[in-house]
């Protein structure tokens, strides 16, 4: 069974940065695809960033340049680092893995990918 735990979520003003984690199960990085999305009051689901077992990376059109995702396999830990945040930015930001990649473009159902954590909370003011 994967286990994922998000933290890292806060209150920051616009402009500011955030550093999430996701701490997996034992070599799950090696194994499964992972993903970060995110999900703001009484909006969609929405993929953030999608990382390959080969540790390629791509990106949602809205956080290009600003976000920037990577793991750490010693840690078993997948980070995404949120930079020059902005208020649009607001929601629970979840992680995701699956064996299949999921890029972050395509429309989202919870049952696309296996396994989700339950999420951290991030809050932009302007």
């Known amino acids: 069974q994967v286990q994922l735990l998000e933290s890292g979520g806060g209150s920051v003003q616009a402009g500011g940065s955030l550093r999430l984690s996701c701490v997996a199960s034992?070599?799950?990085?090696?194994?499964?695809?992972m993903a970060w999305y995110r999900q703001a009051p009484g909006k969609e689901r929405e993929g953030v960033a999608s990382?390959?077992?080969?540790?390629?990376?791509e990106y949602a059109d809205s956080v290009k340049g600003r976000f920037t995702a990577s793991k750490d396999y010693a840690k078993n830990t997948p980070y995404l680092q949120m930079n020059n945040l902005r208020p649009d930015d607001t929601g629970t930001y979840y992680c995701a893995a699956d064996r299949d990649y999921f890029s972050p473009h395509k429309r989202v159902d919870v049952d696309d990918l296996r396994y989700w954590g339950k999420g951290t909370q991030v809050t932009v003011s302007s």
């Open positions: 990382i390959d077992v080969d540790g390629s990376v």
């Open positions: 034992a070599d799950v990085l090696s194994n499964y695809c």
